[in-house]
């Protein structure tokens, strides 16, 4: 198309329809890749989550098991004294 026609508005409303018609079509295609990336954002959201809570259960035991140790190793202690008298 010429500079002149679309001076002059020629085809300008077909050229129209065909922009409106492309953009509702990549609009479309926007909108459903943007809904899957949400969702695959909302997906590791969550795995985050039950990582971290895997995380401080970990934590816990690790915590748990730090202080009792020596408390084990104490009562293992008596009872070998005990057994060897």
């Not at 508005?9 to 509702?24: A, H, L, Q, T, V």
């Not at 035991?61 to 202080?67: A, D, I, M």
């Amino acid at each position: 198309m010429t500079s002149d026609r679309k001076l002059n508005g020629e085809n300008s409303k077909s050229e129209m329809r065909d922009m409106i018609s492309y953009f509702e079509k990549s609009t479309g295609v926007f909108k459903e890749a943007l809904s899957k990336t949400q969702e695959e954002i909302r997906k590791t959201e969550k795995a985050i989550e039950k990582q971290r809570e895997d995380m401080r259960m970990e934590s816990g035991v690790r915590r748990f098991l730090f202080w009792a140790t020596p408390i084990f190793l104490l009562a293992q202690t008596i009872v070998l004294i005990i057994a060897l008298l």
